[in-house]
DNA sequence: CGCGACGGAATGAACATTCATTCCCTGCAC
DNA sequence: GTGCAGGGAATGAATGTTCATTCCGTCGCG
């Protein structure tokens, strides 16, 4: 498995085919690449305002200037790294999705008990949510709009997949509650979402002890 | 506790004074109120139709027009009706809080014991996102988004405060965990909403079973 | 000097809101 | 009972604004 088959092109490594790419492999080649090193640097920045805008005011509520300035670039030059508007907020959530995912496949214990693996995924997560809290809160509120394309949204798709196979074999074990395995993915994942919301709005400290706490609940909600 | 409190003066019974009411009582007088019956009719034709489309495409994504088009009404009638854009967002956040609210408060087992409240309060949530998914994904949606006035967020902090102490009663008696009532809070209500969410999507279908099993599932997150 | 990156004014489309006009109900005169 | 006048409700084209995107002159680097 390879997180790079996550990000377009600009980011990622070329490397072999990924099992995960839901959508045909030919992403449209994309219109303005600036060759120099520098451009780094500025779609860079431009991914950065983007997410913070679109955070505080969704998508259709930000203005392409808007994120102009707060990336410190001219209107324009937005349009020599992405083709549209569309395509930024998909490179912000491909490049964080993608983030995650890295995340908490680094060092999976694959055959570790499920306690165990529970414990690192959740502690991925919640490392993600505390270094990124923007990137998480992104992801949560662009889940499936429609302004995502479909590179965007076979990425989440594929996650969810890994999620049922892995609660599937878990459950094989006895280890987890026998029911359908998407009810058990929605109450775990609902429930950190929940966590991560009232912490954002600042009804909640994130300290390693909280999530602690939270994690065992979670796992007390889904073990056989 | 009176749930017409929660609902603008157009919907409301005239009755006494709300606790939870957390804004000033004078809301501003509103400017165009038709006189006839049939207003009700359109009225509420407008706040179906905007409901629909906000959760479809988002506060900023709906334009006004597609709103009067979907209600069958002219584009100038919406503002006989309401102020602007953002009144009709605020009504239908109100109109719907207080539905899910009323749900919850009828007929609560107050002397019951922990676990057939916790019942109760998940019965009645369920039903209502059973029976209006939208009007649901749409309090979702819009938690907390700026465009919402200070009396929508009153109502919002008002059911908070309520679960809050709840919770801290419960707790006392010792049948919950000993944790931060917030946490046990967005533990229960993550994974509510991820439930839903999921059914949203299509992934899960919220069968009665389905939503007794999930039930059980957050009970054991969170009793002693 | 020449080429491409860059900024920001220019452009045309789309939007929220307004307003002059039409529609339709009601009550009254005959 | 019929016709008509008054007035609030409804309308949708018009308005001024804002937006995504384009265009072009400038500038820095080779």
Redesign the pocket.
Known sequence: MNIHSFVDGDDAIPTRPAILQMTPPASPPRR?????E??AD?RDAILVAALELFVERGF?G?????I?ERA??????????FA???AIVNAVYQRHKAGVFARVMKDFPVDAPARQQFHHMWQAFADFARAEPRAFAFLELHHHADYLDAQSCGIEDGTVKMGLSFIAATQARGELKPLPPMLLIAIVVGAFNGLVRKAYEGHLELTPEVIAQAEQCAWEAIRA
Do not use: D
């Not at 303005?32 to 120099?36: A, L």
């Open positions: 303005p690449v600036p060759t120099t520098r451009g500025k259709h930000t203005a392409v200037p808007e102009a410190g670039v001219g209107a324009g030059t937005i349009y020599r790294y549209s508007k569309e």
